[in-house]
């Protein structure tokens, strides 16, 4: 744990000191406000509906931009993604999860629906990287974590994913929200397929390593 | 094959691979298979699915426009609407061709668009321009259709689509070897500035799927696949918030104009 600590009180920006085992005090108050809200949705209350929409919309557009890298397409899942949190909040409480994930496990599923119905209707994938991305990429500078609104977990995650180099991070993250294999991602980040499957692993590796101190 | 249970480096290595979608193939059902019979490979992979989701989480923010929760409102108003109201604005037109089951959504109610035979539809396309000719109005709009129409290639799809009353409002052309659709406003219908035209294609069976979203121009192109038009059977424009509503949720305001698809024989 103290090396841990030490990486993290190196890394400028963040100014983040908090031991990410144990919830900041504002985290949980605001996760118990998303859940009392998902709560009222499930019994139908429109109002707490559109609170949570003014809540967590951005957080949740920010995703779906990342997943499908469109910003009218974007718009396009937000919008289906939150008709399915309205129909399916009755069910939230059993997924035992943080609001927040679920709602981000829903927004990242309507998105990868989205991409792969255009994908059926055009016949191929026109998915390029977004500019941020191909930038990471291409000089190594580390893309913006956001880590507003992230349940407990995602602080987790977040401090393990910052130990890993910047383009290791990157592939392991748009393996993840875009769904793509080895292949896809060497494809699209016009990377040889040796060079990904390496990364990946080794970002992988560290983060199980990372991650085992939280579980 | 491996017992993953006495090896939990490799079973923690591979649930996190699973998890991020990178491991594929034979590997992923072979973990999948193992994970139905052992409770323990079935918790790794859900510890790591569940650490893996925080990725969600982290990423930047952007505040969305905010048509975007007008249209989840409306969309969400005219899903009440189909639960409680007997007669919805959208399928009010359907209803006043063929009475309509209550319970059916609109577009399952245009079994008479399926029924029509290319034979009626092309009367119907000739006594549109004809009809026209004979009033001895809009002469220089049918000289354009009719200039269009022999301008479309062979195989293409055509349709008239028509409002309430029957009057030609948009005639829709799809040229298969440019992948592209032609919408041409022929009537004088005009939106409010707040509200799109949207075209809907109606295959078969299922719902109908958005082919677009109309500008206010006279004329437009859109690009669209054959494999979206060719199994349909007649295709419809509805009024939406303007810029349109997702494809999924189908058409959420009234049908103003359909018609059949036909495909022009060669």
């Known amino acids: 744990m103290s090396a841990f600590s030490a990486a993290g009180a190196k890394t400028r920006g963040f100014g983040f000191t908090h031991n990410p085992a144990m919830p900041l005090p504002s985290q949980q108050s605001q996760d118990n406000e998303l859940i009392d809200l998902l709560d009222r949705i499930s019994r139908r209350d429109a109002p707490a509906f559109k609170q949570l929409y003014d809540l967590c ?3 949740l557009f920010g995703l779906a931009i990342r997943v499908v890298d469109n910003r009218s397409w974007a718009e396009e899942v937000l919008q289906e993604a939150f008709l399915v949190i309205w129909r399916t909040a009755p069910a939230y409480r059993a997924s035992l999860s943080p609001p927040m994930a679920w709602m981000g496990l829903i927004v990242r599923s309507r998105g990868l629906d989205f991409l792969r119905r255009r994908a059926t209707e055009r016949g191929h994938l026109t998915q ?21 609104q992230a349940s407990e977990l995602a602080w987790a995650l977040h401090q393990c994913l910052r130990q890993l180099e910047n383009r290791q991070r990157e592939v392991v993250s748009l393996a993840y929200v875009r769904d793509l294999s080895h292949s896809e991602l060497a494809a699209q980040l016009q990377l040889p397929l040796g060079t990904i499957k390496t990364w990946i692993r080794r970002g992988l590796e560290q983060l199980r390593t990372c991650m085992a101190r939280f579980a | 094959m491996v017992d993953l249970t006495r090896h ?3 079973l923690d290595r591979l649930a996190s691979s699973y998890a991020l979608g990178t491991l594929r193939a034979g590997a992923r059902r072979r973990f999948e298979s193992m994970a139905r019979e052992h409770p323990s490979v079935r918790v790794a992979a859900l510890l790591w699915q569940t650490r893996l989701a ?5 990423q930047g923010q952007q505040a ?4 975007v929760w007008q ?10 609407a189909e639960q409680d109201g007997p007669v919805q604005p959208a399928r009010a037109m359907t209803r006043a061709r063929k009475p309509a089951r209550a319970t059916e959504p609109w577009w399952a109610s245009l079994g008479w668009w399926r029924g029509a035979a290319v034979a009626g539809a092309c009367a119907t396309l000739l006594a549109v321009v004809t009809g026209w000719n004979l009033h001895g109005q809009r002469s220089a709009e049918v000289a354009q259709l009719q200039a269009q129409l022999r301008a479309v290639p062979q195989d293409a799809y055509v349709a008239v689509l028509q409002d309430a009353k029957s009057t030609a409002s948009m005639l829709v052309t799809f040229d298969p070897r440019n992948n592209r659709l032609t919408l041409q406003r022929v009537g004088n219908y005009q939106e409010s500035p707040d509200r799109s035209l949207q075209l809907w294609a109606i295959p078969p069976s299922g719902g109908p799927r958005s082919l677009g979203v109309l500008d206010r121009d006279k004329l437009l192109r859109l690009a669209a696949g054959e494999a979206n038009v060719r199994d349909v059977s007649a295709l419809a424009i509805s009024l939406e918030p303007r810029g349109g509503v997702p494809s999924a949720g189908g058409p959420t305001g009234p049908v103003l104009f359909s018609g059949t698809l036909i495909q022009k024989l060669p």
């Open chain 2, 54 to 58: 925080s990725l969600n989480e982290l």
């Open chain 1, 128 to 148: 390029t990287l977004d500019d941020t991305m191909a930038d990471s990429m291409a000089h190594d500078v580390p893309s913006p974590m956001d880590t507003a």
């Open chain 2, 71 to 80: 249209r989840i409102e409306r969309a969400l108003q005219a899903q009440q």
């Open chain 1, 57 to 59: 919309s951005a957080k």
């Open chain 2, 8 to 10: 939990p480096e490799l």
């Open chain 2, 64 to 67: 969305p426009d905010p048509q």
